[in-house]
């Protein structure tokens, strides 16, 4: 067994280093409610004015014609395979 002076030394060094990452955790604690009360004041007032994405840019605007243009086009198509297939040969491609 080790002496009562060496468990007394690592008895202080223990409760030294407890301390020393309690210190730790609070400050980074605190850190994270600061954040976190930031957060919550810049957004507190979200739901009164409602949500407003960024404006489109043009590119963007022009992506979803584009993506509107080949779904009707697409859509045209299939109604013009299912007349086909049903006997209406001139919606034929061929």
Request: proline letters at 1%; a positive charge; charged letters at 30%.
């Amino acid at each position: 067994m080790r002496s009562a002076t060496a468990r007394a030394r690592d008895a202080a060094q223990i409760r030294k280093l407890n301390q020393d990452q309690l210190a730790y955790v609070s400050q980074r604690d605190a850190g994270y409610q600061q954040q976190w009360s930031d957060y919550r004041r810049y957004h507190e007032n979200d739901g009164e004015r409602g949500y407003t994405a960024a404006p489109r840019s043009s590119a963007q605007d022009d992506y979803a014609r584009a993506r509107s243009d080949y779904a009707a086009s697409l859509a045209q198509w299939r109604r013009d395979v299912t007349a086909c297939r049903n006997g209406d040969y001139d919606r034929c491609a061929n």
